[in-house]
């Protein structure tokens, strides 16, 4: 079936894939159907937040630093202030809590981000003071006014560079240029198997580098807030914010007022990707309100949007893994690097993100990764579309071309090959279920006049996972490298409950059973059934419904956390 | 500063209102004004967002200057429909789900009615060198340029 | 704060320029610093609906300073220069964007008047008598006065003019370079030949290498070779957002061989 722009086979729906698994007789899942807001849209109707006028606006522009590291010696807004219709020209001093980080609201991070810095600026484009005038142009005239006396540092750009020895400290408060994670490590660790011990044995090593580069999210609006005074002691904030109660939450904190007092109104964003929810904007917008007593606007231009509008940030990837000349994986090994920028924002986050999706969508037995949240001079990274997944993604899928040439098979049928299939163990400790690559690849491979084997052309993602698949390892290499002293601060480390101890088990299992499909005489598994108290490591379903760790709170998307 | 009175049409009734010196056409048409319907993207000519007629031709607001359309003719979004009776194009945008933030919508809708004014029959390619000058960041624009061939194949066929 | 004056002539306008002022035409460009608070003082406009007028003259066209690039487009005496305007920017920039502006818009914009400089096209300035060629006023912008119009000689055969636009985004991407050529033949040699790049440099600039290796000969595959070999000589191309200065000068020579090898082959 085609979907009503009909001028193309732009979406297909393959309703032949899992017919079983799905009710077709739903009202509205599953057929095309208009969007609730989309009378808005196209009568120009839709109220984005710039589209509320107030008599007497004001406008907010901030002064930036030029440099990507300077310390500030003095900033001298005294020109600033006599220029004509500036109301107010604030420095870091007027900002009640001038020290945040996004995700302290999920309690996850040391607070590492200034609203307005007083001491020290760690990107280009950093602001250190905010003008409040009539109009835009003079808000601007009077943000270049703004006088900074600065100490430039040397600063750096790279993340391996960052993380070197007598490199330029970013940040104060992680001096080795590594976010910490669960008050331990300097990075993010997986470790599921053996994996130095299934590369001694497998038959080929693949290795490869990747890179990507910052990617902004530019959306068509760019990111603002209007704040006005209301009734009651309250202030209405009208924002782009596309993750209204995290900024809500934000400018509480930062305001030092209780959230009650703030009046959030958004919902028609013009277009975020990722790049509306850092909340910089609310929190200078409402200040600047309470302070003028006026109605004023915080919006960045276009130039500001691209400059330090936080993008999705680079990412820097070492694969290694080990393959079998059949083309199955056995051991996959990252060390990842994720360039911050110069404050956290969602990067460490996004970092614990794509530590749960590594391998890929693939079986393979044994997995490790080291991931570094790197904090250098660029302006700060935050969420875009699947941040934490896409680049890596990229680096596996690239890499995964590369094994495909190693051991000379096609390419498609090397991911079908070593796909997740239902009931498969995940690196993290999961069991896979409505698993669908294997049929995407199938489709792929038609669309493509990719010809399959039969034996390629007949798996399913529904047959031949689980079993001997479903297993843990049986012994999971664990080690202290990158342990970091004195950082037990933040509660997300202390949820993260006690180290379990390494354990000492029968060896890794060399690969995964190959699926009965794919390949029809596998050799003999040679592992015995496993028997449960024999496994060093509880059981998936176990694992799931023992309390989970003390604080109990897991992230389920950007805008807030659940429940287990 | 001394203010220009600026009088013009805008979708077909006139209006008049002061403009700042220097003042571009999308300030004055969104803050003086009060048609919200072209938005702001960049400032700088490249997005579309601020698309509207003068005289029937497509400009970017935000490089007019506001006084410059006394006496001429201005369009906007707002003034495509006929009361309830949206333009052929709205209707075709909203099936053809060829807006998602909005946010583009407003100025490619200008853009297309233009096309489809001095051209009622596009090919695909016209039509895609119509809306070149129109950013979207959403839908990947095959939504749009669907909806705008919908409806030149409609008349076509009328 | 910017001011406008409006004038009903050119003379008029020429008279009230001065330091602080800028004169406007289309204003996609000045209503950019405009918009920043980067603008001038004053803006001078003209009201003469002339200045937006196409004119057949004896052996060219005469087109006011004023004509945009869709009132290009909308002569049919102008056909030679449609690939040029058609290329010039979105719908939008082309319905607002004049001939007289495209002369001075800083790097890498300028594609019209490149290949206004490739077809010999002269420039009429205000108070001035006589034309001056589109070299001169590019070569000396900020002094350069008021343009009245510029007068492009039709060439002989249309099939010697040739434009190509090399941009990342299409179809309106930003020039990562453009070329124009004009290859006037006699007998089957080419004589006076014009290679003018846009974006490899401040101004529309000629390729004297290219041009050398034209020059006499006819237009073989052997006189290509030579051609986009020293394409970059007389260019001074830059880097900036849209490409490097070493991916430009790699790449001009292999878009003028494919450009003058499309005109080989008619
Ligand atoms: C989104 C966008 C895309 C663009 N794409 C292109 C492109 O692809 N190729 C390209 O070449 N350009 C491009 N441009 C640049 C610009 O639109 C063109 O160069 C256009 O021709 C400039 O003309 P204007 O009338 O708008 O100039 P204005 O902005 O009005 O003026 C530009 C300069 O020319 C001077 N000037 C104008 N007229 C005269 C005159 N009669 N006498 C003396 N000085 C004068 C002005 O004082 C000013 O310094 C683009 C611009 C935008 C905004
Ligand atoms: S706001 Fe006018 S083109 Fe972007
Ligand atoms: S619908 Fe969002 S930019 Fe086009």
């Known amino acids: 079936m085609r979907d009503m722009t009909s001028d193309g086979p732009m979406v297909e729906f393959r309703k032949d894939l899992f017919a079983d698994e799905r009710d077709d007789n739903l009202n509205e899942v599953g057929k095309p159907t208009r969007r609730q807001d989309i009378l808005g849209h196209v009568t120009g109707r839709s109220p984005f937040f710039d589209d509320h006028l107030f008599d007497g606006l004001l406008h907010l522009r901030c002064a930036r630093s030029p440099h990507h590291h300077a310390r500030i010696r003095r900033i001298d807004t005294s020109a600033a202030e006599r220029m004509p219709g500036v109301v107010r020209v604030l420095t870091g001093r007027d ?160 305001l030092s007022m209780p959230s009650s007092r703030l009046h959030f109104i958004g919902g028609t964003v013009g277009g975020g990707f990722g ?165 995407c690849a199938q489709v792929v491979a038609e669309k493509a006049g990719v010809t399959l084997s039969p034996q390629m052309k007949a798996a399913s993602s529904l047959r031949d996972g689980g079993g001997a698949r479903a297993e843990l390892p049986r012994h999971t290499a664990t080690d202290q490298e990158g342990r970091v002293e004195g950082f037990t601060a933040t509660s997300y480390a202390r949820k993260g409950g006690g180290d379990s101890p390494p354990t000492t088990a029968p060896p890794p299992r060399p690969a995964s059973p190959p699926p009965a499909a794919s390949r029809p005489s596998p050799p003999a598994p040679s592992q015995p059934a496993p028997s449960a108290s024999a496994r060093p490591e509880p059981a998936p379903e176990q694992a799931t419904k023992k309390p989970a760790r003390s604080g109990a709170m897991r992230f389920s998307s950007l805008s807030g956390f659940r429940r287990r | 500063m001394a203010k220009t009175p600026v009088s013009f049409t805008l979708n077909g009734s006139p209006r008049a209102a002061f403009a700042d010196p220097g003042q571009n056409l999308l300030e004055f048409l969104r803050r003086d004004v009060g048609d919200l319907s072209p938005k702001f993207g960049c400032g700088q000519g490249t997005c579309g967002a601020c698309t509207v007629t003068v005289d029937g031709e497509t400009h970017l607001a935000c490089l007019v200057l506001a006084q410059t359309v006394e006496g001429r003719d201005v369009g906007t979004a707002s003034g495509l429909a006929r009361g309830a009776q949206l333009d052929p194009l709205q209707e075709a945008f909203m099936d053809h789900f060829a807006a998602q933030c909005g946010y583009c919508t407003a100025g490619m809708l200008i853009s297309a009615r233009a096309l489809l004014d001095r051209n009622p029959r596009p090919t695909r390619d016209e039509v895609v060198e119509a809306i070149s000058g129109n950013l979207c960041r959403c839908t990947g624009y095959e939504p749009i340029i669907a909806a705008i061939l919908s409806v030149a194949e409609g008349r076509a066929r009328a | 704060m910017t001011i406008v004056e409006t004038y009903p002539t050119l003379a008029e306008a020429a008279r009230a320029m001065g330091r602080d002022a800028a004169y406007m035409a289309g204003g996609t460009l000045l209503m950019r610093d405009v918009n920043e608070g980067a603008g001038p003082a004053r803006l001078i406009r003209v009201s003469d609906p002339g200045l937006t007028r196409v004119q057949t003259t004896g052996d060219g066209v005469r087109l006011g300073a004023g004509v945009t690039m869709a009132g290009v487009l909308a002569s049919r005496e102008l056909e030679v220069l449609h690939p040029v305007a058609r290329l010039i920017g979105g719908p939008q920039v082309r319905n607002m964007g004049t001939v007289a502006g495209n002369l001075f818009a800083a790097h890498p914009y300028g594609d019209f008047a490149a290949a206004l400089l490739a077809l010999g096209a002269l420039v009429v300035l205000a108070g001035q008598g006589s034309a001056r060629p589109v070299e001169d006023v590019l070569k000396a912008r900020d002094s350069a006065g008021l343009v ?19 941009s990342r985004v299409k179809p309106k991407g930003v020039s990562v370079l453009s070329i124009a050529v004009h290859l006037p033949r006699e007998g089957g040699r080419i004589r006076d030949p014009r290679v003018v790049f846009g974006a490899m440099g401040p101004t529309p600039l000629r390729s004297s290498g290219a041009e050398r290796a034209l020059e006499g000969h006819a237009l073989d595959t052997a006189t290509i070779d030579r051609a986009a070999a020293a394409a970059c000589e007389g260019l001074a191309p830059f880097t900036d957002q849209i490409a490097t200065e070493w991916y430009r000068r790699e790449v001009a020579g292999v878009h003028l061989r494919r450009l003058l090898t499309r005109m080989e082959q008619g």
């Open chain 1, 275 to 439: 790049g509306k929810v850092d909340s910089v904007h609310e929190p200078l917008a409402i200040l600047g309100a309470m302070l003028t007593g006026r109605p004023v606007k915080y919006a960045w231009d276009r130039a500001e949007e691209m400059q330090v509008g936080a993008p999705r940030g680079a990412e820097r990837w070492y694969i290694t893994d080990g393959v079998m000349a059949d083309g199955r994986i056995v051991a996959r090994k990252f060390t990842g690097y994720f360039d911050a920028g110069a404050y956290t924002r969602l990067s460490s986050y996004a970092i614990i993100k794509g530590v749960g999706h590594l391998p890929g969508p693939y079986t393979i037995p044994n997995v490790h990764a080291d991931v570094y949240c790197v904090y250098t001079n660029r302006t700060p990274a935050t969420a875009m579309r699947g941040f934490g997944i896409t680049g890596v993604d990229f680096a596996i899928e690239a890499h995964m071309d590369k094994v495909a040439e190693t051991v000379g098979l096609n390419p498609v049928e090397l991911r079908i090959l070593n796909a997740y299939r239902d009931g498969d163990m995940k690196a993290h400790r999961r069991l896979a279920k409505n698993c669908a690559l294997i049929e």
């Open chain 1, 95 to 254: 900002v009640p809590v001038n020290l945040n980080t996004l995700l302290s609201l999920l309690d996850f991070g040391l607070d590492d981000e200034p609203i307005l810095s007083e001491n020290k600026t760690a990107y280009r484009g950093e602001p250190v003071a905010a003008v409040i005038a009539e109009t835009e142009a003079q808000a601007r005239a009077a943000a270049a006014a703004v006088q900074v006396d600065w100490e430039v540092l040397p600063h750096v750009l790279d993340v391996e560079e960052a993380i070197k020895p007598g490199a330029p400290a970013v940040l104060e408060i992680y001096p080795e240029n590594k976010f910490v994670y669960h008050g331990k490590y300097d990075h993010q660790k997986l470790r599921y198997g053996d994996v130095d011990r299934a590369l001694a044995e497998a038959d080929h090593v693949v290795e490869g580098r990747y890179q990507m580069s910052p990617i902004e999210q530019a959306p068509i609006e760019t990111c603002g807030a209007i704040a006005a005074p209301e009734q009651n002691d309250r202030y209405v904030c009208y924002t782009s914010t596309q993750a209204l109660f995290f900024s809500l939450g934000t400018a509480a904190k930062v």
């Open chain 3, 148 to 166: 009245e119009a510029i007068e492009v000689p039709r060439p002989r055969d249309p099939r010697a003019f040739a434009f190509h636009k090399v």
